[in-house]
């Protein structure tokens, strides 16, 4: 089974080109073979750019773990730089099928193997039971107090952690926590706590951020099913319309995360857009297909 490898702003995935390869009869056994860093291909998740009757491609997106989400920000970036790399849809605006349904993004080839591309991530979802979010009531969940979180620990001093959730879904939902200092959160032992507790049903991707400024964020992620990742398209789309919630950044926000910057923007018509990289980094062939 011919591959390629890409990653947008680091947040890399295995991509299998479904337009002529047939696609993997189990992807969700095969995604956390492949995705070892030890002793696969490695990365933080497999996708499948198959063919759509409603897009220009549709993604199938699985966690490194094995389960199927639902978006990725990052990875629709690199599957509509695929698309058209290969010659199967045009430069400039192309759609792309999602779990989230169908997006318009449009693409802007910067090289051989890159692209700058701009996503239409739609209006964010903000009531608790589309997120889903229990035991906060009805309406949007906004600098929410956590019983999971309850209890001051340590590390909340040094780093200036703000207990309080803002949870938004893309598509797929994230859970957001400001602080002073992103650096000084234990975010791989806090992460898994954060992302299985009971009130999220379908798990939650984790999110801590640091405001330089009112149009500028640092941020770093634990990603549902795949643990720490450099970056999270989704995820800093969240960012940006939590930051308009809770007063703490502006609608136009840079987003600066561990493996690269992102721009995003959430307009008054009520739709996200980000604009970030997608990059090639090889191709290669995995034994089984």
Known sequence: MNFV?????????????????PAPVDPAQLAPRIADRHRGVGGDGLILVEPSDRAAARMRMFNADGSESEMCGNGVRCVAHLVVARGYAAAGAVTIETGRGVLAVDVRPTGLRTSQVRVDMG??????????????????????????????EPWWE?????????????GNPHAVFYCRDIARVPLET???????????????????????????????????????T?????????????????????????????????ELEWLES??????????????GDWPES
């Open 5 to 21: 490898k890409m990653h947008g702003a680091a947040n890399d995935y295995v991509y299998v080109d479904c337009f002529v390869e």
């Open 123 to 152: 209006e964010p979802l903000l009531a608790a039971a589309d997120i889903p979010v229990v035991g906060v009531g009805p309406g949007p969940v906004v600098e929410a107090t956590c019983s999971f979180l309850a209890g001051v």
């Open 158 to 170: 040094d780093s200036g952690f703000d207990p309080r959730m803002t949870c938004v879904s893309m």
């Open 190 to 228: 806090v992460g898994p706590r954060i992302e299985r507790a009971e009130a999220f049903p379908r798990r939650v991707n984790v999110h801590v951020v640091e405001c330089v400024g009112p149009g500028h964020v640092r941020m770093r992620t634990w990603e549902r099913g795949s643990g720490v």
């Open 230 to 262: 450099l970056a999270c398209g989704t995820g800093a789309s969240a960012v940006c319309v939590a930051g308009v919630l809770t007063g703490r950044s502006g609608r136009r926000l840079v987003a600066d995360l561990p493996g690269g910057r992102l």
């Open 270 to 283: 009520g739709h996200v857009f980000m604009t970030g990289p997608a990059e090639e980094v090889f191709t």
